[in-house]
């Protein structure tokens, strides 16, 4: 991560939501790297370790996305890395997936949860709100 | 007593005796027969058996009194027979009331002596058939009360759902077949169990519901879980006249089919509420970047984002009208118009209408017509015909890559027109094969991802080529290309 310029990873199933984040994204001065299933991503980030994730919900399978996110916390090297769900399945067969609590995004392995169609304004925030997170952190464990 | 039609038998070997009887007797009325012997007598009462009255002498020839006296009680048990004899002594007195004689009449006796004994025996004849045919009334009676009550027993027993009388006491005092098979926990217990022991509180509490008397009686329903099966359980009180509660009626009926269908709907409900979901907050997501200035200034990105918008908006459309088609063929109000069709010609005609998307993506588009194939017809209707080659055609264009070829071939085969749609397209792996007909399955690869879609397609054509009674089949080898056939039976 370079200035306030960082490598975020998109996976989604849908090539239209991965346009909107790449847009949106590059316009607040990131790189994207876009996929479109879970294991390719995971295959690729495992060498390279991305700053932020925005992952899917339901891609090949129902919870594909909270199944990536657990074995990317899980993966040493990556359990850092900040990852946000964005889905229009926020609810499914009367389950309803949103986290109330910041211990249901905890359980849920990831950092935060939005719904499709998701606000500009609030993405670019709690991409940025997470990143500063991970700096600081970063910049503390140098100091100790 | 209307004596004439009282038939009495005198059967004595003296003559004079025979006639001082009918003497006595005729003009009171009764009818009089006689006999010498006991053979004799024996004889005339087989021939005319309605004698009400017979008088028995002891000692005759041939035939004593004694064995006339058997014969006779076993061929009529209401018969009043009295022995007349001059040589009166108590023990043969005692011997013929013992094989049946109603009395004993002594020798020589005078008309009184006669008529007073016949009319008590005649009385008391007509007490034993009238109590004879009381006590047959009630037996048939209590015959038919047992018929009802095995009736009643059956029916409850061949019930397919589950029936359980409580009574107030709480304790179970009916259950049929289907109950203790609902339950196998009944089995064990005996009838007059408490309820609890059959350790299911959810339906104790619905029978206390019904037993409860503070609100009047109630008829109580509830849907209950046992081990794999959903029942709908009722129990309605069983009331007295006086509406005082004795105890519930509870009925298990199995809904588990019904449970199952009820949960394959709202799962459908909400996967088409998902697939609707989607692509309109793509489209929302991607107008706002336009709206919001994000792509400002960029013609050519505002131009891709409108085209993709208006892409995913017409897959959108594609879906309600094949939802609506899905329903309306599932729910029967689907109407085909059937007419004798050149299916060779509704291909060309479909295909003729895809050569400008074809050549979008130089795509080759041909069309191989067996001329044979032009010569049969299939009952079928066009519009649905045209559905199934349209949606074949279509997929065979998106999802084959630039350059590829898509062969259309209608030829005979048997008694079935076969129309095949080959490509040379992405292909299908044997697990995606498997599933391509099911709604809103989409093959997700690298490529696929980028073709909008509903998953709808496919299952449309299965359902209307089935609805024609035709098959629908697929072939494919994952890179190579797929191969779809549609086989339609041929008219006569």
């Known amino acids: 991560m370079t200035g306030n310029k960082a490598r975020i990873l998109a996976v989604d199933d849908d090539v239209d939501f991965l346009d909107w984040v790449r847009i949106v994204l590059e316009a607040a001065g990131h790189e994207v790297v876009c996929f479109s299933d879970a294991e390719n991503a995971l295959a690729s980030i495992t060498d390279a370790p991305p700053d932020l994730i925005i992952t899917d919900l339901m891609m090949e399978s129902l919870d594909a996305g909270f199944s990536f996110a657990r074995r990317t916390k899980e993966a040493g090297n990556l359990c850092h890395v900040p990852i946000i769900i964005v889905t229009a399945a926020e609810s499914r067969r009367g389950f309803d997936f949103r986290p109330r609590t910041g211990e249901d995004l905890a359980a849920m392995h990831v950092d935060a949860f939005f719904c499709k169609p998701v606000d500009v304004k609030a993405l670019r925030m709690k991409v940025q709100e997470l990143l500063n997170r991970e700096r600081r952190a970063t910049n503390t464990g140098n100091a100790t | ?492």
């Open chain 2, 1 to 492: 007593m209307n004596g004439e039609s009282i038939r009495v038998l005198v059967v004595d070997d003296e003559l004079g005796m025979r006639e001082g009887c009918r003497k006595v007797l005729a003009p009171e009325g009764y009818s009089v027969e006689t006999a010498a012997d006991g053979v004799a007598g024996l004889e005339l009462f087989k021939d005319r058996g309605d004698f009400a009255i017979v008088l028995v002498d002891l000692n005759m020839p041939l035939m004593g009194g004694m064995e006339l006296i058997d014969h006779l009680r076993k061929l009529d048990e209401d018969v009043v027979i009295f022995v007349i004899t001059a040589y009166a002594a108590i023990d043969t007195a005692v011997e013929a009331t013992r094989k049946g004689a109603y009395g004993y009449i002594p020798k020589p006796f005078t008309p009184d002596e006669l008529l007073l004994p016949i009319r008590q025996g005649l009385e008391r004849r007509a007490l034993t058939i009238e109590a004879r045919r009381l006590r047959e009334e009630r037996e048939s009676r209590l015959l038919e009360v047992a018929l009802e009550r095995s009736k009643s027993s059956t029916i409850i027993g061949c019930m397919t759902d589950g029936v359980l009388v409580i009574n107030r006491d709480r304790q179970m005092v009916l259950r049929n077949a289907a109950m203790t098979r609902m339950m196998p926990r009944c089995a064990g217990l005996p009838l007059s169990a408490p309820m609890n022991t059959l350790k299911c509180p959810e339906l104790e509490s619905l029978i206390e519901e019904t037993l409860c008397t503070d609100s009047g009686p109630v008829i109580a329903s509830r849907e209950l879980a046992l081990d794999k099966s959903t029942y709908m359980v009722n129990a309605s009180p069983v009331l007295e006249p006086n509406g005082l509660v004795t105890g519930a009626v509870v009925v298990l009926r199995d809904i588990t089919a019904l449970k199952k269908l009820d949960i394959a709907k709202s799962m459908f409900i909400s996967m088409v509420a998902h697939e609707l979901k989607s692509p309109l907050a793509a489209v929302v997501s991607q107008l706002s970047l336009i709206l919001d200035g994000t792509v400002a200034g960029d013609a050519q990105k505002e131009r891709h984002i409108l085209d993709r918008c208006l892409l995913r908006i017409d897959a959108l459309r594609t879906m309600v009208s094949d939802l609506l088609s899905l329903t309306a063929m599932e729910t029967g109000r689907f109407t085909i118009k059937r007419s004798a069709l050149n299916i060779s010609e509704v291909v060309s005609a479909v295909l003729d209408s895809y050569k400008e998307k074809a050549q979008d993506k130089h795509i080759t588009l041909e069309m191989a017509r067996a001329p044979d194939a032009d010569k049969v017809r299939v009952l079928a209707d066009r519009e649905s015909m045209m559905m199934v080659f349209a949606n074949l055609v279509d997929n065979a264009i998106k999802y084959t890559p630039d350059g590829g070829q898509v062969y259309l071939s209608v030829e005979c085969n048997g008694v079935f027109l076969k129309v095949s749609v080959r490509d040379t397209g992405i292909g299908m792996t044997a697990e995606e094969k498997e599933r391509v007909f099911d709604e809103f399955y989409r093959v997700k690869n690298e490529y696929a991802v980028h073709v909008p879609g509903t998953g709808l397609g496919l299952s449309l054509v299965k359902k209307l080529v089935e609805m024609h009674q035709g098959h629908v089949s697929v072939q494919s080898v994952p890179g190579k290309g797929s191969t779809f056939c549609v086989n339609l039976p041929l008219t006569g």
